[in-house]
Structure formats: structure tokens, C-alpha cells
């Protein structure tokens, strides 16, 4: 049975959890320039701290306990380290050669964390999977950066999707069981993503991942930060057939349930959500509770809204363990043919 098939059988028994923030984690470690450039890039010429990604190369082990953290909670799907992992993200440090490497580190340290739990816990046959993340990156092709010169753009679609094939070719080969394009805020970027991952599959003849895919409402109107209604965007992604779709970041829950109730009753495939814990105090942390979180989602699984679950900004495998034992009472969100049948 392969990777798609599984996940199918498995959405279809229940409720799917996805692990929880990477970022909120590193920082509870207050890692420093030094521990960020390691031995390796202890002379880089740009401040590194804050590159997240580079901790797959310079402190694996840390990036390696987050995940296990997370399987412990009760994640099924690990996402890999590598939400900036792209030559344009990268630019920022000046690691642009780094993209590949990054990647194919990231995936392959998600697997290992996921056998190294298996063997601990004694549970070979525990159904985790590795879900290769691919952020919006931090430019976008749908707006200007210059509000005096509207039809500028500070990079081509071909740029963005070249980014994105090296992207995918690292997650790939370092092992990913999924490819997950997430937060998206300009669905021409994520157009850019789907168009380098169909492009890789037919140039490579490899048998095709998983894809995941999952957009950001940014405020109260409904809408992405491009314009889009959640609709608008639903339609303009559903041609990659992807296995699930969904929201996560930028809101927190309760803010996020509308939406979540009007993309349950337009998806025809699996519904994701991972919100944030509420949204940010004045101080830019989140202060929702583990207990608080769950509640909400729960609310989402009892009313047949979700088929997986999980957290995103301020969220901590403390939510993802309560999220995890709140969903065992709820059956998942069937696909609309079965709620015909």
C-alpha cells in the first residue's frame, strides 16, 4: 500500500494529528548567533540567528527532540524544518547553496526521530508520517513591495517555481512521506509550488507524494492577504488534487471556525485546520492554554468539520497532546460522496 493510500484508509478511521509550532519551540532553547552558525558557518559574513532552518545543519539534535516531543504528544504527521528552506528565503542569509542541503538534512532527520520513537515505544507499526513543509516564502507575486509603483514585482513566476522544484527535490529525496504547501497568504505562489511539484513528477517519473495543502485567512474579512475569498481560493488550487485541504496560522481558533464551517461544506477532499493558540498579547507571544485549544477543535470535530488537526504559532506539544486526546472521541469529517451515500 503505498504512502496516499494509507493515508486515505487512515483519514477515513479517524482524525489525523499534526504536530505543532517549530518556531515557538527553537526559542524555548534561546539559542545565540554562536549556537546558530556552529563550527561550520562560525565565520559566515551575515548574522545567521534567526535562520531557523540552518538548525538541521548546525544543531540537529535540538530540531530531532522537538520532533519526538511531538510524536509523544500524540503527532502523526511530523512537518519538516524547512518552512524557509528556498533560494529566495535564503537570500536573507546569503545561503542561497544551501536549499538542497537543507532539505534533504530536514526530511531525514524527521525520519529518524520517527524510527527513534518507534523503537523506544515499542510501536513499529505506529502511523507517522513525514510531511515536507514548503512555506509561502517572504516574497510574492500577486502585490507590489513598492506602494508608489503598483505593477511592480521583486520576482518572476519562474523564479518562484525554480525555488520551489529545488525545494521539492531535497524533500524528496531525503524521504518525505507528503508534500505540504502551507500558509499560503498569495495563491500565486502557491500555483508557482503546484507547478514545480507536477513539474518535478514528470521530468523525474517517480510515483507521486501526497499533497497537502493549506492557505492563511489573514483577518476578519475572510480573505488571504492577495484578496481572495476562502472560495476563490479553493477553486484555484483543486486542480493539484490534493488529499486534504485547509487553514492554519494567522488566526487562532475561535477566530478561525468560521471558516473552517464554510471550507468543510465546499471541500470535496479531506479538511485540514492547525490554527495558532489565539492570536498574539501585545508582547508578540500567545497566551491560549492547551486545555482552551482542544476545546475549540473539539467543537469543530463534533460537528463533522475536520479530518486532521494540529497547531501552528504558540502552540506546544502540551496542545497537541490535548488536541490528540480530545480527538480520540470524534469520528473524522467524511468526503462528500460518503455523506451522500
Same mark, same amino acid.
Given at each position: ?6 493515508? &486515505? ?20 532553547? &534561546? ?8 563550527? &561550520?558557518?562560525?565565520? *559566515? @559574513?551575515?548574522?545567521?540567528? #534567526? ?9 540537529? @539534535? ?26 529566495? $528565503? ?44 514548503? !512555506? ?14 503598483? !505593477? ?17 527535490? !531535497?524533500?524528496?529525496? #531525503? ?39 493549506? !492557505? ?19 477553486? $484555484?488550487?483543486? @486542480?493539484?488534487?490534493?488529499? $486534504? ?13 468560521? /471558516? ?31 486545555? @482552551? ?6 467543537? *469543530? ?8 488537526? #494540529? ?7 502540551? /496542545? ?22
Amino acid at each position: 500500500m503505498n504512502t496516499g493510500s494509507q493515508l &486515505r484508509k487512515l483519514l477515513n478511521e479517524r482524525i489525523l494529528i499534526i504536530d505543532g509550532a517549530m518556531g515557538t519551540m527553537v526559542q524555548r532553547y &534561546r539559542l545565540q548567533e554562536q549556537d546558530y552558525r556552529g563550527e &561550520r558557518f562560525k565565520d *559566515w @559574513h551575515t548574522d545567521v540567528k #534567526g535562520n531557523n532552518d540552518l538548525l538541521c545543519l548546525t544543531q540537529p @539534535h535540538i530540531i530531532k527532540e522537538i520532533h519526538k516531543q511531538y510524536l509523544q504528544a500524540g503527532a502523526n504527521i511530523l512537518e519538516t524544518n524547512t518552512f524557509n528552506s528556498q533560494v529566495i $528565503s535564503l537570500a536573507d542569509y546569503d545561503m542561497q547553496s544551501l536549499a538542497y542541503e537543507l532539505n534533504v538534512a530536514a526530511a531525514k532527520l524527521a525520519r529518524e526521530a520517527i524510527n527513534e520513537f518507534k523503537e523506544n515505544c515499542q510501536l513499529p507499526t505506529a502511523n507517522c508520517f513525514v510531511a515536507g513543509a514548503i !512555506g509561502p516564502m517572504n516574497k510574492t507575486l500577486s502585490l507590489s513591495p513598492d506602494v508608489n509603483n503598483p !505593477g511592480f514585482r521583486s520576482v518572476t513566476f519562474d523564479e518562484v517555481a525554480d525555488a520551489y522544484y529545488e525545494q521539492i527535490k !531535497g524533500l524528496v529525496d #531525503g524521504g518525505v512521506d507528503i508534500l505540504l504547501v502551507e500558509t499560503i497568504f498569495d495563491t500565486l505562489n502557491a500555483k508557482a509550488a503546484i507547478y514545480a511539484i507536477n513539474k518535478y513528477y514528470r521530468e523525474t517519473k517517480k510515483e507521486k507524494l501526497p499533497v497537502m495543502i493549506s !492557505g492563511t485567512i489573514t483577518d476578519a474579512s475572510g480573505r488571504t492577504l492577495s484578496g481572495q475569498t476562502l472560495e476563490a481560493f479553493y477553486i $484555484s488550487v483543486m @486542480h493539484a488534487n490534493p488529499i $486534504s485541504i485547509g487553514l492554519n496560522c494567522a488566526l487562532g481558533a475561535q477566530q478561525m471556525r468560521p /471558516h473552517i464551517e464554510e471550507l468543510s461544506q465546499i471541500a470535496a477532499c479531506y479538511v485540514s485546520a492547525y490554527p495558532n493558540a489565539g492570536l498574539p498579547n501585545a508582547m508578540g507571544e500567545y497566551d491560549e492554554s492547551p486545555e @482552551h485549544t482542544a476545546a475549540i477543535i473539539s467543537e *469543530w470535530a463534533k460537528e463533522g468539520r475536520v479530518n486532521l488537526v #494540529g497547531g501552528c504559532c504558540g502552540t506546544t506539544p502540551d /496542545h497537541i497532546a490535548a488536541i490528540a486526546k480530545a480527538m480520540k472521541n470524534y469520528a473524522p469529517r467524511p468526503l462528500p460522496e460518503l455523506m451522500s451515500a
